[in-house]
């Protein structure tokens, strides 16, 4: 009775284990049972595609090659004449770079790049123009808050394409916001990445000064690591020390703050100790970083002062126990006050660390009163952390408090702000003039060009996404900016005026500098989710479940639901499928009983979905053993498609369990499904 588990069908499961939904192993209870994902585990049974559906206009697979030279098949865009920096070790610069779907096929010189040009290829000349990766914020809020400005999620999203971010990292999630990062991913409004942390503990503690355990997502879940999916959950947030804000506490720092500060009702108020605010004791650190990385996880520990990094070393050197860091990718936040005894210790232990790009120089001197002028060098001592051999990453840390077009707020949204403030370590004032930064932050020199690594490759590793974004090599994600200059080039002064001009994730435009059209390729320019032109869909009057609609362009495309992405030529119609077999008959109906479809399109419902269901079939013997099993398919017409992206999110409820009569783990009892799936798919329309 065992029957073998596809490819199609494990990649399916995992898609939906992962995405938060229930379901997967066998289960008696009507309650979704969120399980994570297991190689293996017994699967929901969707009907494998039976016909070929056509691919994408040349299916090269494109692997990934880290040479410059052209893969095989036209490139749908190639981008030319222009300073491409790639950021890889061993092509660093070239001309042009070719684009085929959503990845890059050829980086290289310009007649190599040029000889990939097709019929349909768009030719878009950069006039010498920079391109490089898309910008990889490597800890942010900019999804998180957008509220405090009175601004959408879809809004937050807009603002950080605008500034040329194709993926960031949030880095404190709590289980509403994790919620809302879901929904938008399935209906296909994440149009940048999205790597998110949830929180292990609240930011603030409560009234008595004890931490607020909040726990979300991993005690059910494993992470999320599909670099196909826009949303992933690599990591779990800890806050290890405090921050200087209501409710959180100060810096952890091992020599107490000065007395002229502690007299002040500020540090009365917030600040709890004279050696400020530990939200862990050692051992419960200790566990706690043990237990996550056991589970899969990274941590990402915001830890801030001298004694709070202490701790937070300490707590990633008991969880690694000997083995290296490069491999678990444990993180410290913002490293605000480094002694210098604790550089080598960063040196070898080699956490990622993130660093403030855009530093508050303007307010230099007030570092001055709490710490005295002897501990100023600690504060600066980030900026050298980048030169110890580690991974060190960018911060700009956005979250809402400032306007994103303000430019004297050091927590800019604008990576070019964060690349200026880490080459010059100046910062801007409101009349444009910029605050000079004293001798001892000045001589810690950042160069631009491991500046912009710590915007580009190195946030990507420090998400383990470094092989499919962060650079421009053949295979990779076609994410990418084209700026008004060359920041390699330019004065360091001057790097703060570059603007991007192009945003491209994932081979589409997603945002296009006024004026500058002729650098943004018109077949790729994805129009915003709630403006897609969709072709009549029969939601009234169901159709008859074989009926597909008549029409003179193009035999009908079916596409299942358990697909991912799809891509399907232009005025050719779409039919969406989905399948269920089992071993009888009277399993069908009884899952026919049970099941409920909630099907959207283009972020609409799509009404009456249960009267598409066809009656029950024999299918053949699925599960090879010499009887016949039974299906029925759930077929919906939905007519012909507007070119562009076309999400479809599912979601499959059972509202009781229910058998398919087969054994697929076999433990020699049949496989029962409850709970709830759900589905993402992407249906790409060509023009
Ligand atoms: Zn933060």
């Given at each position: 009775?065992?029957?073998?588990?596809?490819?199609?069908?494990?990649?399916?499961?995992?898609?939906?284990?992962?995405?938060?939904?229930?379901?997967?192993?066998?289960?008696?209870?009507?309650?979704?049972?969120?399980?994570?994902?297991?190689?293996?585990?017994?699967?929901?049974?969707?009907?494998?595609?039976?016909?070929?559906?056509?691919?994408?206009?040349?299916?090269?697979?494109?692997?990934?090659?880290?040479?410059a030279t052209p893969?095989?098949?036209s490139a749908?865009v190639i981008f030319h004449n222009g300073t491409v920096l790639t950021?890889?070790?061993?092509f660093?610069e070239v001309d042009a770079i070719g684009i085929?779907?959503?990845?890059i096929i050829a980086a290289g010189k310009d007649e190599e790049v040029l000889a990939l040009q097709?019929?349909?290829t768009q030719l878009v000349d950069l006039a010498g123009r920079t391109l490089?990766?898309?910008?990889?914020?490597?800890?942010?809020?900019?999804?998180?808050?957008?509220?405090?400005?009175?601004?959408?999620?879809?809004?937050?999203?807009?603002?950080?394409?605008?500034?040329?971010?194709?993926?960031?990292?949030?880095?404190?999630?709590?289980?509403?916001?994790?919620?809302?990062?879901?929904?938008?991913?399935?209906?296909?409004?994440?149009?940048?990445?999205?790597?998110?942390?949830?929180?292990?503990?609240?930011?603030?503690?409560?009234?008595?000064?004890?931490?607020?355990?909040?726990?979300?997502?991993?005690?059910?879940?494993?992470?999320?690591?599909?670099?196909?999916?826009?949303?992933?959950?690599?990591?779990?947030?800890?806050?290890?020390?405090?921050?200087?804000?209501?409710?959180?506490?100060?810096?952890?720092?091992?020599?107490?703050?000065?007395?002229?500060?502690?007299?002040?009702?500020?540090?009365?108020?917030?600040?709890?100790?004279?050696?400020?605010?530990?939200?862990?004791?050692?051992?419960?650190?200790?566990?706690?970083?043990?237990?996550?990385?056991?589970?899969?996880?990274?941590?990402?520990?915001?830890?801030?002062?001298?004694?709070?990094?202490?701790?937070?070393?300490?707590?990633?050197?008991?969880?690694?126990?000997?083995?290296?860091?490069?491999?678990?990718?444990?993180?410290?936040?913002?490293?605000?006050?480094?002694?210098?005894?604790?550089?080598?210790?960063?040196?070898?232990?080699?956490?990622?660390?993130?660093?403030?790009?855009?530093?508050?120089?303007?307010?230099?001197?007030?570092?001055?009163?709490?710490?005295?002028?002897?501990?100023?060098?600690?504060?600066?001592?980030?900026?050298?952390?980048?030169?110890?051999?580690?991974?060190?990453?960018?911060?700009?840390?956005?979250?809402?408090?400032?306007?994103?077009?303000?430019?004297?707020?050091?927590?800019?949204?604008?990576?070019?702000?964060?690349?200026?403030?880490?080459?010059?370590?100046?910062?801007?004032?409101?009349?444009?003039?910029?605050?000079?930064?004293?001798?001892?932050?000045?001589?810690?020199?950042?160069?631009?060009?491991?500046?912009?690594?710590?915007?580009?490759?190195?946030?990507?590793?420090?998400?383990?996404?470094?092989?499919?974004?962060?650079?421009l090599?053949?295979?990779?994600?076609?994410?990418?900016?084209i700026?008004?200059?060359?920041?390699?080039?330019?004065?360091?002064?001057?790097?703060?005026?570059?603007?991007?001009?192009?945003?491209?994730?994932?081979?589409?435009?997603?945002?296009?500098?006024?004026?500058?059209?002729?650098?943004?390729?018109?077949?790729?320019?994805?129009?915003?989710?709630?403006?897609?032109?969709?072709?009549?869909?029969?939601?009234?009057?169901?159709?008859?479940?074989?009926?597909?609609?008549?029409?003179?362009?193009?035999?009908?495309?079916?596409?299942?639901?358990?697909?991912?992405?799809?891509?399907?030529?232009?005025?050719?119609?779409?039919?969406?499928?989905?399948?269920?077999?089992?071993?009888?008959?009277?399993?069908?109906?009884?899952?026919?009983?049970?099941?409920?479809?909630?099907?959207?399109?283009?972020?609409?419902?799509?009404?009456?979905?249960?009267?598409?269901?066809?009656?029950?079939?024999?299918?053949?013997?699925?599960?090879?053993?010499?009887?016949?099993?039974?299906?029925?398919?759930?077929?919906?017409?939905?007519?012909?498609?507007?070119?562009?992206?076309?999400?479809?999110?599912?979601?499959?409820?059972?509202?009781?369990?229910?058998?398919?009569?087969?054994?697929?783990?076999?433990?020699?009892?049949?496989?029962?499904?409850?709970?709830?799936?759900?589905?993402?798919?992407?249906?790409?329309?060509?023009?």
């Amino acid at each position: 009775m065992r029957k073998p588990i596809s490819l199609l069908l494990l990649a399916t499961f995992l898609a939906c284990a992962t995405s938060g939904c229930g379901g997967g192993g066998p289960s008696t209870t009507a309650t979704p049972t969120p399980v994570p994902p297991t190689a293996g585990s017994p699967t929901v049974t969707p009907i494998a595609e039976e016909t070929a559906t056509p691919q994408a206009p040349t299916a090269t697979p494109t692997g990934d090659e880290s040479e410059a030279t052209p893969s095989a098949g036209s490139a749908n865009v190639i981008f030319h004449n222009g300073t491409v920096l790639t950021m890889e070790d061993d092509f660093p610069e070239v001309d042009a770079i070719g684009i085929q779907a959503d990845k890059i096929i050829a980086a290289g010189k310009d007649e190599e790049v040029l000889a990939l040009q097709g019929p349909e290829t768009q030719l878009v000349d950069l006039a010498g123009r920079t391109l490089l990766p898309g910008f990889v914020e490597g800890h942010a809020h900019i999804l998180r808050f957008p509220d405090r400005a009175g601004k959408t999620l879809d809004e937050a999203v807009e603002v950080a394409l605008r500034y040329g971010l194709t993926t960031v990292t949030e880095l404190c999630a709590d289980g509403p916001f994790l919620e809302q990062l879901m929904e938008a991913e399935r209906q296909g409004r994440l149009r940048l990445r999205v790597n998110v942390f949830p929180e292990y503990n609240a930011a603030i503690l409560d009234d008595e000064g004890n931490r607020i355990y909040m726990g979300v997502w991993f005690p059910e879940h494993g992470p999320i690591l599909d670099h196909d999916r826009r949303l992933r959950i690599p990591a779990i947030k800890i806050f290890v020390d405090g921050a200087f804000a209501p409710g959180r506490g100060c810096w952890a720092v091992t020599d107490p703050y000065s007395e002229e500060f502690q007299a002040e009702p500020f540090f009365q108020e917030i600040c709890l100790s004279e050696r400020g605010t530990l939200y862990f004791a050692q051992d419960e650190l200790n566990r706690a970083v043990a237990d996550l990385q056991a589970s899969g996880f990274q941590v990402a520990l915001h830890a801030a002062g001298d004694r709070g990094i202490d701790v937070a070393l300490n707590a990633i050197e008991y969880a690694l126990n000997g083995e290296p860091n490069e491999r678990y990718r444990h993180r410290i936040e913002h490293n605000s006050m480094v002694r210098p005894d604790q550089l080598q210790r960063y040196a070898t232990l080699k956490p990622l660390v993130s660093v403030r790009g855009y530093f508050n120089t303007c307010d230099q001197d007030e570092y001055v009163m709490p710490f005295g002028p002897e501990r100023f060098e600690w504060i600066a001592n980030r900026f050298v952390l980048p030169g110890l051999g580690i991974h060190a990453y960018a911060e700009g840390d956005f979250g809402w408090t400032a306007d994103p077009a303000d430019r004297t707020a050091s927590r800019p949204v604008d990576p070019l702000l964060t690349l200026y403030g880490l080459v010059t370590h100046q910062q801007l004032r409101e009349d444009g003039s910029a605050c000079e930064p004293d001798p001892w932050i000045a001589r810690h020199q950042i160069g631009v060009e491991r500046a912009l690594q710590m915007l580009t490759i190195e946030p990507a590793f420090a998400v383990s996404q470094e092989d499919v974004i962060g650079s421009l090599r053949p295979g990779k994600f076609a994410d990418l900016v084209i700026l008004s200059g060359d920041p390699l080039t330019v004065d360091p002064d001057a790097i703060k005026d570059l603007r991007v001009l192009m945003t491209m994730v994932g081979g589409y435009v997603e945002y296009c500098a006024p004026g500058h059209e002729a650098l943004c390729p018109s077949t790729t320019l994805t129009p915003g989710p709630t403006d897609t032109a969709v072709a009549p869909t029969p939601t009234n009057t169901p159709a008859p479940p074989t009926a597909t609609p008549t029409t003179e362009s193009a035999a009908p495309v079916e596409i299942s639901l358990t697909a991912e992405e799809k891509w399907v030529p232009a005025n050719t119609p779409v039919v969406l499928r989905f399948g269920w077999v089992t071993d009888t008959p009277e399993q069908v109906a009884a899952f026919l009983g049970s099941v409920q479809l909630i099907v959207s399109l283009d972020g609409e419902l799509v009404r009456d979905a249960g009267n598409y269901w066809s009656e029950i079939k024999e299918y053949g013997d699925h599960d090879v053993d010499g009887d016949m099993d039974y299906h029925a398919q759930w077929l919906y017409p939905v007519g012909v498609l507007s070119p562009g992206t076309h999400p479809v999110g599912t979601e499959m409820r059972l509202q009781w369990p229910v058998t398919d009569g087969f054994d697929s783990d076999g433990d020699g009892v049949s496989d029962e499904y409850s709970g709830t799936w759900e589905l993402l798919l992407q249906i790409v329309v060509g023009e």
